[in-house]
């Protein structure tokens, strides 16, 4: 079993930053690939990013790239979303997860594990 809380959500200009993170419970955190994925109002929930459970491979969905970073603290099972040059259309609720998939990470059905969220607003 691993628990997931996200935390760092908040309101933000647009061009502005947020780090996000998500501690995890259990011990066996380091097993797991984690993502970030993000659901805006009346949309399905999508990938945002993933790490390999060593944090040697990273994944991006196309919109954040270059923009987004994702890295991971296994001595602290904690996963952390960097968002720089934030932009409006970023606005949702960000959610960490984890998945025992060694691949496919952009896929939602392959998370284990979803924590409760933490909304990220930015303002034009």
């Known amino acids: 079993q691993v628990q997931l809380v996200e935390s760092g959500g908040g309101l933000v200009q647009a061009g502005g930053s947020l780090r996000l993170s998500c501690a995890a419970s259990?011990?066996?955190?380091?097993?797991?690939?984690m993502g970030w994925f993000r659901q805006a109002p009346g949309k399905e929930r999508d990938f945002v990013a993933a790490?390999?459970?060593?944090?040697?491979?990273?994944s991006y969905a196309d919109s954040v790239k270059g923009r987004f970073t994702i890295s991971r603290d296994n001595a602290k099972n904690t996963v952390y979303l960097q968002m720089n040059s934030l932009k409006p259309e970023d606005t949702a609720v960000y959610y960490c997860?984890?998945?025992?998939?060694?691949?496919?990470?952009?896929?939602?059905?392959?998370?284990?594990?979803w924590g409760q969220g933490t909304q990220v607003t930015v303002s034009s």
């Open positions: 997860a984890a998945t025992g998939y060694r691949s496919n990470w952009s896929l939602a059905g392959r998370y284990d594990y």
């Open positions: 259990g011990r066996t955190f380091s097993r797991y690939a």
């Open positions: 790490i390999s459970w060593g944090g040697g491979t990273t």
